[in-house]
């Protein structure tokens, strides 16, 4: 199956930085390729959100409240997706998830694979 593993959270301050990263492996199978790469956050009590998503030719898609805070990033070779993020606000804390929209040799068509989220606390 295909593993999507993030990493990166934690707890800081307001105004600082983290920086996320998320890798998507084959376990038994072989990645032909991943199309869009994607960061989505889940606050309590609310509904899961998109941040940013990154295209494989590049381009890019950001929620308004994280634009010219955030930026996404992907290393293809690595199949490996970043966020980082600064000046970090309170309203930023949220389990953050990873997505991968992955072509395998098993399954002819591409799917979403998620990762397992991953705690972003921001303090004031």
């Known amino acids: 199956q295909v593993q999507v593993v993030e990493s990166g959270g934690g707890l800081v301050q307001a105004g600082g930085s983290l920086r996320l990263s998320c890798v998507a492996s084959?376990?038994?199978?072989?990645?032909?390729?991943?199309?869009?790469m994607g960061w989505y956050r889940q606050a309590p009590g609310n509904q899961r959100e998109l941040v940013a998503v990154i295209f494989s030719g590049g381009n890019t898609n950001y929620a308004d409240s994280v634009k010219g805070r955030f930026t996404i990033s992907r290393d293809n070779a690595k199949n490996t997706v970043y966020l980082q993020m600064n000046s970090l606000k309170p309203e930023d804390t949220a389990v953050y998830y990873c997505q991968a929209n992955v072509r395998t040799s098993v399954v002819g068509s591409s799917l979403d694979y998620w990762g397992q989220g991953t705690q972003v606390t921001v303090s004031s």
């Open positions: 084959g376990r038994f199978l072989r990645i032909i390729s991943i199309n869009n």
